[in-house]
């Protein structure tokens, strides 16, 4: 049993060769070539400044860790 193609369309579009194949130089180029460089540098925060931060977020989570072992010392004493 064969059944016939669903999409009618499919005879008429050109370019197409037997058997659903593409004949050279019909499709565009896979990807365009940059030989320059395209947009600006960003910059972003300097290291000396990210270690800052590590340092402030650091000092931070130590006193938290402080107050709740001296609370739980206090609790247990």
């Known amino acids: 049993m064969s059944a ?12 197409l060769e037997p058997g659903g194949g593409v004949p ?3 499709t565009p180029p896979g990807e ?3 030989a320059w460089e395209m947009g600006h540098d960003e ?14 977020i ?3 989570v130590l006193l938290f860790i402080l107050m709740i072992v001296g609370y739980i010392v206090g609790i247990l004493s």
């Open 4 to 15: 016939q193609n669903p999409d009618p369309e499919d005879d008429k579009i050109t370019g």
């Open 24 to 26: 050279p130089g019909e």
């Open 43 to 56: 910059g972003g925060p300097s290291k000396g400044s990210s270690k800052i931060w590590l340092a402030v």
């Open 32 to 34: 365009a070539s940059t």
């Open 58 to 60: 650091g000092v931070v």
